[in-house]
C-alpha cells in the first residue's frame, strides 16, 4: 500500500469518526431534551412541557413527540395548538389510535367539527404521504420498464411481463386521487383564538361576517396579503393570517 493510499484511508477513517460522533451527539441531546419535557409533564408544569415538546418535534418530527405535545397543549386548556399537534402526529401515523381517540374526545368536549375531507384525501390519510409518492414513482417506473426493456434488450414476450406492467399501471392509477388529496389536505387548518373574525374583504376594517372558535376547521381557498379566504361549514369569508394555522406548516 503506498503512502498516499494510507493517508487517504486514515482521512476517510476519521471521517466516519466525525459523522457517527455528530449522530450520536444529536441522538443524546434529542433524548435528553424528551427526558426534560417527560419530566415536566409528569411534575404538572405543562406549559413549559409543551414548550419543550414544541422545539423537540421543530427540530425532529416524529408521531409521538406531537402527540405528547398535543396532551401537554390541551393539558393547558389550549384546544387548537393540541388538535393541531393530533393532526400532524397523524400526519405521520396515520394508524395511531391514540392520536385518533383524543381527537374524537376533544372534539366532543369543545364541541368542534372533523375537517370535512373529499374521498381523496380520505384515501391520503390511509397512508404517510410520503409512502403515497413512492407507491406512484415505483410502480409508474414498473410499468415503463417492463414495456421498454423487453423489446430494447430483445427478451421475449412473456405473460409476467405483461401482467407486471398491468399491475404498476393500475397501481400508479389506484394511487393518483390519494396523492391528490395529499396535496389539497395541506390546505386544511385550525382557527388559533376563540372569537376570530370571519370578514367580507381581506382588510382591517372589513365587515364581521361571524366569529369563529378555537380549533374550528377550515380550508384555505386563496392568500391575500396578510389574510387567508377560508371556508368552513358554515361560512366562508377572509381571517387573519395569524390566527389560523395549516395542518402542513409552510
Known amino acids: ?30 433524548a435528553t431534551t424528551f427526558g426534560t419535557a417527560q419530566a415536566a409533564y409528569e411534575r404538572g408544569d405543562y406549559a ?15 408521531a409521538g413527540g406531537l402527540l405528547n405535545l ?23 401515523a396515520p394508524r395511531d389510535p ?5 381527537l374524537q374526545f376533544a372534539r366532543e368536549i369543545a364541541q368542534l367539527d372533523s375537517p370535512d375531507l373529499t374521498w ?7 397512508l404517510p404521504a410520503a409512502w403515497w409518492a413512492w407507491l406512484a414513482c415505483g410502480s409508474l417506473w414498473l410499468a415503463i420498464s417492463l414495456a421498454i426493456l423487453p423489446p430494447v ?16 399501471l393500475g397501481v ?11 396535496v389539497t389536505r395541506t390546505k386544511i387548518g385550525f382557527v388559533r383564538e376563540a372569537e376570530t373574525p370571519v370578514s367580507l ?7 364581521a361576517l361571524t366569529r369563529l372558535a378555537a380549533g374550528e376547521p377550515g380550508r384555505v381557498l386563496r392568500t391575500h396579503g396578510g389574510y387567508l379566504l377560508i371556508q368552513t361549514r358554515l361560512t366562508s369569508g377572509w381571517v387573519e393570517r395569524e390566527k389560523f394555522s395549516l395542518i402542513c406548516p409552510d
Open 1 to 30: 500500500m503506498t503512502r498516499r493510499s494510507i493517508y487517504f484511508s486514515g482521512r476517510l477513517r476519521v471521517i466516519l469518526f466525525s459523522l457517527l460522533l455528530v449522530g450520536f451527539t444529536a441522538q443524546s441531546e434529542t
Open 48 to 62: 413549559i412541557a409543551a414548550q419543550t415538546y414544541s422545539e423537540l418535534v421543530s427540530n425532529a418530527p416524529s
Open 70 to 92: 398535543g396532551n401537554a397543549e390541551w393539558q393547558q386548556g389550549q384546544v387548537a395548538p393540541a388538535l393541531l399537534a393530533w393532526e400532524r402526529a397523524l400526519l405521520l
Open 98 to 102: 391514540q392520536a385518533r381517540n383524543n
Open 120 to 126: 381523496g384525501e380520505i384515501a391520503a390519510a390511509w
Open 153 to 168: 434488450l430483445r427478451w421475449r414476450k412473456t405473460g409476467w411481463q405483461q401482467a407486471g406492467m398491468a399491475l404498476g
Open 172 to 182: 400508479f392509477l389506484l394511487s393518483l386521487p390519494a396523492n391528490i388529496g395529499a
Open 201 to 207: 374583504t381581506p382588510t382591517a376594517e372589513g365587515e
